[in-house]
């Protein structure tokens, strides 16, 4: 379970630098950690207070994660407070190892193997869900911290066992690591928590999500889902009537109902065909139309753009691998997306509807997408894809065109048939086609 | 005089055109009306392929056009008939197939993106608009052009062929109908003109009717029936032998082309009346043939020789057919076959062929509900045909004939007597509509008349009266045509002048009274209607039910039961790819194709012994059942139950069957024991062995919780044995309905350790061995 959980970080440092300089003379004043397990999404909220030592001033600031979280890194966000008035600036972070290429000892390989093998990996339909949670108590850095604190919270009062790093302290749903003073850059301190988790795992192993754009005025969108019960695999028997009959104490952690924000501000609630118990799946596929105006601008030079958020319209939900495929008009040309965080984007090629030269589509993949992607979370952050393209209107009458064409044809061949001799010997003379019907109108047998 | 004749014959040119483009516009209509009548399946419930049989086609349909054609003959299947398998491309007749791959791949060049799925949805009445107008074809032949229209109108709605056609209705009969009548238009149509060209059609559709349906035999039998008929009647004639000949000698070689029929197209009984007709029609050439060079008196010496010849090259035939049929246990007929000529036979040694609902007769409702008032208009048919009887008359008559007994022996072939009953119809519709509007305008023309020539008009009346006369006689003339080859003595073209002055005499003969003949043509009108009412509810209510979605309307308003795709999803998600799943063969084609899951055994009823063993392993205990599904490396046994809803085609209800056929085989299962005083029941009355049984267990596995008395609702009765606990078995999934159970079968034990034990255990395998030898076989084994 724990390797199914995806980490959301979300960075608040308060930056009181006067001048900055080469990141080994920066340490952290002050930094307070809040881990926030009660979903199957791990939030992580790191404040920092950062003090530059050195003389030179310093425009980078690094984050170390160890490999088993940067795995499953989905999103960081960061915000710089300056003052009182909070100007939040918006970073996405670049977590890959080559980042810290200066790092004495680097954070991939520092670690220690942070993932033991889970003991609880099966439960039965009646029994809760226990899920591990492996964290270091102190927060790798590369910098030299001075105060910490640790604080996580778990989704209820349930917890079999976690570790202990003294000062550690328990209230309630809390759980306290800390303060810790003085700790050198790269140190490390395993805790594990083992606890109760309830939150059924809704995990899209894989969604592809196809728009389609009409100028005839709409956006067609389709989704194929794979979706998957990412916790506890369910072990044994199924038993329908303890399922039906106590469904308080029976399957809690499987879920029945899945909801679906749908842009036109609309809620669909899915219900999948059986209850998902733990590792069982599922595949589904909505399918939408919406009025293209709301989604389709022009841009300041005249080329029409698409603007749609990205994401699983589904609430609570880890997309494993997103692909997005905006299938552009036939016809339109010099395809261009923009999107807000680095993603994998090739071109295609798709027929529909007797297209001749074929439809571009841009394909967007994004693996690990959690629900804050579809959410404006800050003023200057757009959670959407726009793809720009060039398309002439005339190539919407292309088909019609095409068909009206056709059908002419057509009936011009028939009036050609039926006023031309085919036949190779005459049998009638001039008036033969009298004849024809003459005949045709008393012979009706032959 | 001359000016007065171009006008008529103008007139007569726009006439024709008109009413060719109004019979164009009513036949496009009728085509609609065919298509569209079967969509209430898919407004009613959605775009889903039905049953049973059609998920297969489709499954089939599926790897066509992934694979293309050379991988599809060569299709060896691994997913089912565990662990025979089975050669799809041998085994299947590919019409359907093809034709849908066709339809696709056409669609799919001209880069309209429609799924495989929906052109097998919309295959069926695609082709049931095709049907309506091959019944327009044919019926044209036999009757003219309105009784051609009436025809096709009737079978664009016909209940009989909806049920088998509508939307989503993916099965062989969908083409197979269109495939034979239009087999018996080109007969006719050959027939009709002589023409080798219509012949080598002929033989085409022919192949096509073959590729498509096993009913093939149906027409290689009905064409050389005629064909003898016609002889014996004295209506032999150069046409006939073109309308005959070639399509046996090309029919059968096309025929063997398609490898599930492969040589049976020449080895089984069931074409071998063609063959022998091919002969007779020879012997009856080279009769006439010699009659036509020699002179009476040395012909009356040749037909002494031929006929002592013919009758001993006839003899030898008739010797080795006899032989080689003699050989084969069953005469060389099928199974389906003997129970077609033998209505007892398939109840009598076949329990599978028995067990099939559709295999059974019919009851008198289902004639009214599947042809509703066509019943009564056939008789009237019938005569029209004999009024005068032509070659292609007598065709429709004999069709409706044999079709009527094949109706009665088995409901699936009602459908083969629903084109005939239209046609049937079609024709007494239409000389019953054209008698009286002839008669009404007969008498309305007189009335005018009396009021003219009161006025002192007379030309125009006579020039009217022979306009009627010019507009109407078309079909006696062609009648008259008909006639002469009865005899072939007379030319063809001799005696028109006569037989119109005759028919006219006849025309004014036949007049009724105006009153009668506007009351019986309401009355027509409303018969109609009622056929049109009653086609559309049957169309809408009856025949559209897919039956893997099942409705219910209660007073809380609709319920709907998709328990069977609920089951299906479950077993494609959560079980390994290479399980194997083992249910009664109903459910075998749906596993394979929703589930994508090995099965033991499906609809496919070719391996008697196989469908015997897990009809054997329902009806054991459950450690019998256990050791069969082990020994077939079954993992997951799949059972379908009613009793909580009240699905009444349940498994509990198809159990008997179970009984029976693996009893057949298996002689350890005996049907009495099963019985409680020759009835069936589940509940406290019943015999031991059936609440222990597997099936049993199986279907009311904890069944009592739901409503602490354990009510069946299909069988109205509390159950015999409501607490028990499966030892060998363990349910996984239940449906929301509980409609569908799956249950895995628990891996073996460990071996028990301890002296005890193992000499116990010894014991019971030396007791089971001995069981072993007194049976005759064991499934197991």
């Keep these: 379970m724990e390797a199914r959980l995806s980490l959301i970080l979300f960075l608040l440092s308060i930056l009181s630098l006067i001048s900055l300089s080469f990141a080994h003379d920066l340490q952290i004043v002050n930094s307070e950690r809040r881990i926030d397990l009660t979903s199957h999404i791990v939030k992580v909220f790191l404040t920092f207070k950062v003090e530059n030592t050195g003389t030179s001033p310093a425009s980078e600031f690094l984050l170390a994660f160890p490999p088993a979280q940067a795995d499953h890194l989905a999103l960081v966000k960061a915000a710089v407070a300056v003052g009182k008035k909070k100007k939040k600036i918006y970073i996405p972070l670049d977590v890959s190892p080559t980042e810290l290429p200066d790092a004495p000892n680097r954070a991939k390989f520092t670690s220690i193997s942070l993932k033991n093998p889970l003991n609880a990996v099966e439960i039965s339909q009646s029994e809760s869900q226990l899920v591990y949670y492996h964290d270091s108590a102190i927060i790798l850095s590369p910098y030299f911290i001075k105060q910490q604190t640790t604080f996580i919270k778990t989704p209820n009062t349930r917890v079999e066992s976690f570790s202990r790093v003294d000062p550690t302290s328990r209230a309630g749903t809390e759980l306290k690591y800390g303060p810790y003073v003085d700790r050198a850059p790269y140190s490390f301190s395993p805790i594990t928590i083992h606890f109760e988790n309830n939150n059924p795992l809704a995990v899209v192993e894989e969604l592809v999500r196809e728009v389609e754009v009409s100028h005839w005025g709409s956006l067609q969108i389709t989704d194929h889902y794979k979706l998957a019960h990412a916790g506890a695999r369910h072990k044994g028997v199924f038993s329908r009537v303890e399922y039906q009959s106590r469904p308080t104490i029976s399957g809690i952690s499987s879920f029945k109902h899945l909801l679906a924000l749908l842009p036109p501000r609309s809620e669909l609630e899915i219900e999948p065909r059986y209850p998902l118990f733990g590792g069982w799946k599922a595949t589904f596929v909505i399918g939408y139309s919406l009025p293209l105006q709301d989604f389709l601008f022009e841009a300041p030079d005249g080329r029409p753009y698409l603007n749609f958020s990205l994401g699983c319209p589904l609430l609570e939900t880890v997309v494993d691998k997103l692909t997005i495929k905006v299938v552009l008009p036939e016809g339109s040309q010099d395809p261009s997306a923009k999107v807000p965080f680095p993603v994998k984007q090739h071109l295609e090629t798709s027929y529909s509807y007797l297209d001749i030269v074929g439809r571009t589509v841009v394909v967007l993949e994004k693996t690990n997408v959690v629900p804050e992607h579809n959410s404006p979370f800050e003023v200057n952050f757009q959670p959407v894809v726009m793809v720009y393209y060039t398309f002439k209107p005339f190539f919407m009458l292309a088909e019609p065109l095409m068909l009206a064409s056709v059908f002419f044809l057509f009936f011009v061949a028939c009036v050609a048939y039926l006023h031309v001799d085919f036949s190779i010997s005459k049998s009638y003379n001039g008036h033969g086609f009298e004849q024809v019907g003459l005949n045709r109108q008393h012979v009706p047998l032959y | 005089m001359a000016a007065i004749e171009n006008g008529k014959k103008e007139e007569s040119v726009l006439r024709t055109a008109f009413g060719n483009v109004l019979s164009f516009f009513i036949l496009l209509l009728i085509g609609i009306l065919a298509f569209s009548i079967r969509l209430f399946s898919v407004i009613k419930y959605e775009s889903v392929i039905h049953e049973f049989d059609p998920y297969f086609n489709y499954r089939v349909t599926q790897f066509l056009t992934k694979n293309g054609i050379y991988d599809f003959w060569n299709w060896f299947d691994d997913r089912t008939w565990y662990p025979l398998g089975r050669v799809i491309g041998g085994t299947v007749y590919p019409g359907l197939t093809l034709t849908a791959g066709t339809l696709w791949w056409i669609l799919n060049s001209l880069n309209i993106p429609l799924s495989v799925e929906t052109v097998c949805v919309f295959t069926a009445p695609i082709f049931s608009a095709n049907a309506a107008w091959a019944t327009y074809l044919l019926t044209k032949e036999v009757k003219g052009t309105g009784a051609g229209l009436t025809a096709a109108a009737l079978l664009a709605m016909v209940p009989s062929y909806i049920s088998r056609s509508v939307a989503g209705s993916y099965d062989n009969e969908a083409v197979a109908i269109f495939a034979l009548i239009f087999t018996f238009y080109l007969y006719i149509k050959t027939l009709n003109t002589g023409s080798l060209f219509y012949a080598t059609l002929n033989a085409l559709a022919y192949f096509y009717m073959v590729c498509s349906w096993g009913g093939y035999t149906f027409i290689i039998n009905l064409i050389p029936m005629h064909a003898l008929l016609c002889i014996v009647t004295g209506r032999y004639s150069s046409r006939l032998y073109i309308a005959y000949a070639p399509l046996v000698v090309l029919g059968t070689l096309l025929a063997a082309l398609v490898p599930v029929v492969g040589f049976n197209a020449v080895m089984t009984s069931e074409h071998f009346a063609s063959f022998l007709v091919f002969i007779i029609i020879h012997v009856v050439a080279l009769v006439y043939y010699i009659k036509g060079i020699l002179s009476p008196k040395m012909f009356k010496v040749a037909v002494t020789l031929i006929v002592s010849a013919g009758l001993a090259v006839c003899g030898a035939v008739m010797a080795v057919l006899i032989a080689m049929v003699a050989t084969s ?337 298996f002689p350890h299962i005996k049907e009495p024991d099963y019985l409680r005083d020759g009835q069936y029941r589940i509940d406290s009355q019943a015999t031991p062995t059936m609440l222990n049984c597997l099936m049993y267990k199986l279907s009311y596995y904890r069944f009592v919780e739901t409503d602490g008395q354990a009510f069946d609702r299909v069988r109205q009765t509390e159950i015999g044995r409501k607490h028990f606990k499966l030892t060998h078995f363990e349910e996984v999934f239940t449906t929301h309905h509980w409609m569908v159970r799956i249950y895995k079968l628990k891996p073996p034990k460990n071996r028990i350790r301890g002296k005890t034990k193992r000499t116990k255990s010894q014991k019971s395998s030396a007791t089971a061995s001995m069981k072993r030898s007194s049976r005759k076989r064991n499934p197991w084994q």
């Design chain 2, 329 to 665: 246990p069953t005469k060389g007929w099928s199974g389906r076959s003997l129970s077609l000529l033998d209505p007892t036979y398939a109840s009598k040694y076949i329990p599978i062929i028995a067990s099939v609902s559709e295999h059974q007769p019919p009851t008198w409702p289902s004639y009214f509900m599947d042809i509703n008032v066509l019943a009564f208009l056939v008789p009237a048919g019938i005569i029209a045909c004999f009024l005068p009887l032509s070659d292609a008359s007598s065709f429709v008559v004999l069709y409706i004939v044999t079709s009527v007994y094949f109706s009665g022996v088995m409901v699936r072939l009602m459908l083969v007597l629903a084109p005939a009953a239209c046609i049937m119809s079609g024709i007494a519709l239409s000389e019953a509509f054209s008698v009286f509007t002839r008669s009404i305008k007969f008498q309305l023309l007189n009335l005018l008349q009396s009021k003219k020539i009161d006025a002192g008009e007379t030309i125009t009346t006579d020039s009217a009266v022979t306009q009627t006369d010019a507009a109407k006689p078309a079909k006696s003339e062609g009648i008259v045509k008909e006639r002469p080859s009865k005899k072939n003595k007379k030319k063809e073209k001799e005696p028109v002048e006569k037989a119109t002055v005759r028919s006219r005499i006849q025309k004014k003969l036949l007049v009724l009274p105006l009153e009668a003949s506007v009351i019986a043509i309401l009355l027509l009108v409303l018969l109609g209607a009622f056929y049109v009412v009653h086609c559309v509810w049957a169309a809408a209510e009856a025949y559209s039910a897919p039956s893997i979605v099942l409705t219910s309307r209660t007073r809380d308003g609709l319920h709907v039961f998709d328990d069977f795709r609920e089951a299906y999803a479950w077993l494609r998600h959560n079980t390994d790819v290479d399980d194997k799943v083992a249910s009664w063969w109903d459910y075998g084609y749906q596993t394979t194709a929703m589930a994508n899951r090995t099965v033991i055994v499906d609809n496919n009823t070719w391996n008697n012994t196989h469908i015997a063993t897990v009809g054997t392993a329902m009806s054991s205990p459950e450690k019998a059942a256990w050791e069969i599904f082990n020994s077939l490396d079954v993992k997951y046994v799949l059972v379908v139950f009613g009793g909580l809803v009240g699905y009444p085609s349940d498994d509990i209800n198809k159990f008997l069957w179970m009984v029976r056929i693996g009893g057949g085989v």
